[in-house]
């Protein structure tokens, strides 16, 4: 599918359309070979060969030998769940990305059959003629033909961050980025044959780093198996000693050590990373790095562009100031027709500027779907409307002949030579000292009255929020349009001497939620600064107007902030900053700056030189719709409505999420401390007090009964409070969290546990009966021991919900997820009790009435030390904050 640009015809016509569809054909997709991914089988079979899994293998091999095949049957089913389940969370992981991906489609100019169209990137073919302009992917493999003042970004090839000037006939490789100007290329080489392709091949084999929460996540996982293992040497040497065979005791210890490993721990995790990332994209923000999911929720300083961001992109020229005075110009969106309202003299020199300044712009408006949008920069769209409202002369601003000297960070400014006449427009600062004449005033230089009257205007409209813009031209002689020279000769050659034609103001409004989004971000601790290009006083304008700004003291102005990092961040740290007429290089710095004072920094950028900020970022966020493609390159996160709200509801997803993994971790270790309190019992008691639970029923509670619910729990929706509190800057398994675990939530079903099973004993008239121990009591007492976890498991996954409120305060069908997951818990208990074939093998049989009356009380049990525990610590932090 192409859709026409009417940019018009230059030079080389380009292939047909029945050519490029032949070439398609033959050469394939120009799309990169699927070198760097793993095959499924591979993938599969790495989820049994990784350090946990060859643990269990080892164990399962040793029950085998030993011979207790049911153990090693149980062991065998742990891997294969585990790893099964493990493939099929990546699987889907993949399916989302591949999805998500998709939803940010490459276009790329080509010209065809004469004209100019956009089509996708995978549609290139070899003997296209590609259009690029600044900011630009290179799609293919081409060799330039026209090159206006070009440099090209090949850091990704040669590792040097200096951009490298292009000529026509040089080389241009698929994958990096137009940095400046203008270029024309022809394609000579697509898909697996390009260059890029063959450096994919090459680092297909190179593992990507693990990232920080990886690296918590398996020393977490890798400190509770050395504490699975040392458990289990205790218990051999226990066993030994009080005269068990040494090959029995062993393989308890073994089991004892598998048992306490919890194999579902990265799954879970895994999968609320994958839930947390779809959740964000349906709110429009789409996640290039899982783990950068977990980091949003800990941003504490958001640095915000303006223009796109906070604004809605959606430019229009509302006033154009002259010497003979001021023009307002009134129409809807883009629609070149509108109502022109001023001076006819003031009209006239505003219709002269106007035509100057879509002259010098490549953007145009078009009508599409019976509405007109911008095409190309929505500034420069909007500059090509004012030109159709003055009935100004407008061109395509391509044509052959032309000479273009292109906008760049540096510069500011953008120059177009038609014939002998310069065209220039660009930020204020950078023209107005270009010009010695103004347009419509006898003078031959901008002095005196003349200068006071730019500077009113300029302040002026600056403080009404407009964007300014100031366009100028120049009758060139033509031995000077025929001097040699690049771009840096021809400019400093042409661009002086100008005559000021007028101040263009351009309105952006608003994004209606911006307001709301920073009121949000300042509950949340998060301090947000403004970092723009712009004029101050514009900045300060928009950001007054949106509630940013809050102190006058705030406004800082790019051309004066310190280079030292200290001083640098010491100004920077507060909410409401705005800073404005910043460069890329800038950005970099005050990156640098903030993370140098502790703070996990979430930085926007949409243009070719905000790549470097970006990388620096520990979350960088690109715009979708208006960015570029070095900058979504560059970004972990990238806005699908450009939208700063949006960073703000990924941030809450981010903290959920975060909170989501601290919840299923509680639940699995408050599991381990009732599976272990049985063991410890036998071995304080020297092997006189009967195990209430066996190596088999520890696995079923892992495997069985506990997996579901913390599944559930990782697909918690964030709390009403998660915006209303600081980012939480802590580990995963932190004091608190292990206290909850090993002093309340764990000693609770220990307790009930421990209760019902010598309960049943005791009524079963176990204890003292010497050789005559009555049959079957033993299997009723271990029933009713697991039936006491099984239920102490299901109010807890209620229980750690929140670490705060209570679970009625929630709402028992809040999460339904977790509702039918104990609802399956239930059940799992009921099969695994009653089915005789399985709880033969388990080693416990359906508990007494005595053993089920005390089972039941572990889910009262659990929730009243958790409420307790809860209302201590509330009423302990608001002691607290009055002893403050």
């Not at 307002?328 to 035509?355: C, F």
Request: net charge neutral.
């Amino acid at each position: 599918m192409k859709e026409s640009v009417p940019t018009g015809q230059v030079g080389m016509t380009g292939l047909t359309t029945r050519e490029a569809a032949d070439l398609l054909r033959q050469y394939g997709p120009n799309q990169l070979p699927d070198t760097g991914s793993v095959s499924r089988w591979r993938r599969l079979l790495a989820e049994f060969v990784h350090f946990f899994a060859v643990l269990l293998w080892a164990a399962a091999g040793l029950a085998f030998v030993a011979g207790m095949p049911q153990l090693g049957v149980a062991i065998v089913v742990v891997v294969i769940i585990n790893g099964v389940f493990a493939y099929v969370q990546e699987e889907r992981a993949e399916q989302a990305a591949a999805k998500l991906r998709a939803l940010l489609p490459a276009q790329v100019l080509v010209r065809r059959d004469g004209e100019t169209y956009r089509v996708p990137a995978r549609e290139v073919v070899p003997g296209d003629v590609v259009l690029l302009s600044g900011g630009d992917r290179i799609p293919a493999d081409v060799r330039l033909v026209v090159a206006a003042g070009c440099s090209v970004d090949e850091s990704m090839l040669t590792g040097e961050s200096e951009a490298v000037a292009k000529q026509p006939g040089d080389p241009g490789t698929g994958g990096t980025f137009l940095v400046n100007g203008d270029a024309e290329g022809v394609v000579i080489a697509t898909g697996a044959t390009t260059r890029l392709a063959q450096i994919a091949e090459l680092a297909a084999g190179v593992k990507r780093p693990p990232s920080p929460l990886n690296l918590e996540l398996d020393r977490i996982v890798r400190t509770i198996a050395v504490v699975a293992l040392t458990v289990g040497g205790g218990f051999f040497a226990v066993s030994a000693m009080i005269g068990i065979p040494w090959r029995d005791a062993f393989l308890f210890a073994i089991g004892v050590a598998v048992a306490l490993i919890p194999e579902g721990l990265l799954p879970t995790v895994t999968l609320s990373l994958a839930m947390g990332a779809q959740r964000m994209a349906g709110r429009k923000a789409l996640v290039r790095h899982l783990q950068a999911v977990e980091t949003l929720g800990s941003t504490t300083f958001i640095c915000t562009d303006k223009t796109g961001t906070l604004t809605q992109n959606r430019m229009s020229a509302v006033e154009l100031w002259t010497a003979a005075g001021a023009v307002r110009i009134a129409g809807s969106g883009y629609e070149p027709e509108g109502n022109v309202e001023g001076p006819v003299p003031a009209i006239n020199l505003a219709r002269r500027a106007a035509g100057a300044a879509a002259l010098a712009s490549r953007g145009r408006t078009v009508l599409r779907n019976e509405s007109w949008q911008p095409d190309g920069d929505p500034m420069e769209a909007a500059l090509d409307a004012l030109a159709g409202r003055l009935q100004a002369t407008r061109s395509a601003g391509n044509q052959a002949g032309m000479a273009r000297i292109p906008f760049t960070p540096a510069r500011r400014r953008e120059s177009v030579l038609a014939g002998n006449r310069l065209s220039v427009k660009g930020a204020p600062e950078t023209v107005l000292p270009l010009c010695t004449g103004m347009a419509g005033t006898a003078g031959q230089g901008i002095v005196g009255l003349e200068a006071e009257a730019i500077r009113q205007a300029i302040e002026r409209m600056a403080s009404e929020g407009l964007r300014l813009l100031a366009v100028a031209e120049r009758v060139i002689p033509g031995a000077d349009v025929a001097g040699p020279g690049g771009d840096g000769v021809l400019a400093e050659r042409l661009e002086s001497g100008l005559v000021l034609l007028g101040l263009i103001g351009l309105h952006d409004p608003p994004r209606p939620t911006v307001a709301d989004a920073l009121r949000k971000a300042r509950l949340a601790g998060v301090k947000v600064a403004m970092v723009t290009g712009d004029h101050p006083s514009t900045a300060a304008a928009i950001a007054r107007e949106i509630g940013l700004a809050l102190d006058p003291e705030r406004m800082l102005d790019g051309q004066h902030l310190p280079e030292d990092e200290g001083v640098l961040g010491e100004l920077l740290d507060h909410d409401g900053v705005v800073v404005s007429r910043v460069t890329p290089e800038q950005k970099l710095l005050v990156a640098r700056a903030l993370q140098r004072r502790g703070h996990v920094l979430a930085m926007t950028g949409d243009g070719v030189n905000d790549g470097p900020a970006l990388r620096e970022a520990d979350v960088g966020v690109a715009m979708g719709v208006g960015g570029t493609d070095v900058a979504r390159d560059a970004a972990d996160l990238v806005l699908l409505d450009d939208d700063f709200s949006t960073i703000i509801a990924a941030i809450e997803q981010g903290r959920a999420t975060y909170a989501n993994i601290r919840r299923f971790l509680t639940y699995h270790l408050t599991d381990n401390v009732a599976e272990l309190t049985p063991f410890v019992i036998w071995a304080l008691s020297g092997g006189f007090f009967p195990l209430a639970l066996g190596v088999l029923q520890i696995l079923a509670l892992d495997i069985g009964t506990d997996l579901l619910p913390a599944l559930a729990l990782g697909s918690e929706e964030a709390g009403p409070g998660v915006m209303r509190r600081p980012p939480e800057r802590r580990h995963l398994m932190d004091r608190p969290l292990l206290a909850r675990v090993f002093t309340v939530l764990g000693p609770a079903e220990a307790v009930v546990e421990m209760a019902a099973f010598t309960a049943v004993l005791y009524f079963g008239s176990w204890f003292g009966a010497g050789s005559e121990q009555p049959a079957g009591v033993l299997l009723q007492a271990s029933g009713a021991a697991f039936t006491a976890v099984v239920l102490g498991q299901l109010a807890n996954a209620y229980a750690c919900r929140s670490a705060t409120r209570p679970p009625w305060q929630l709402g028992w069908t809040g999460n339904r997820m977790l509702f039918w997951a104990v609802l399956a818990e239930t059940a799992a208990l009921l099969v695994f009790l009653f089915l005789p074939p399985l709880a033969a093998l388990l080693g416990q049989a359906p508990p007494s009435p005595a053993g089920v009356a005390v089972a039941l009380l572990a889910i009262p049990a659990v929730l009243a030390v958790d409420f307790l525990h809860k209302t201590i610590r509330r009423k302990g932090r608001k002691s607290g904050t009055r002893g403050s």
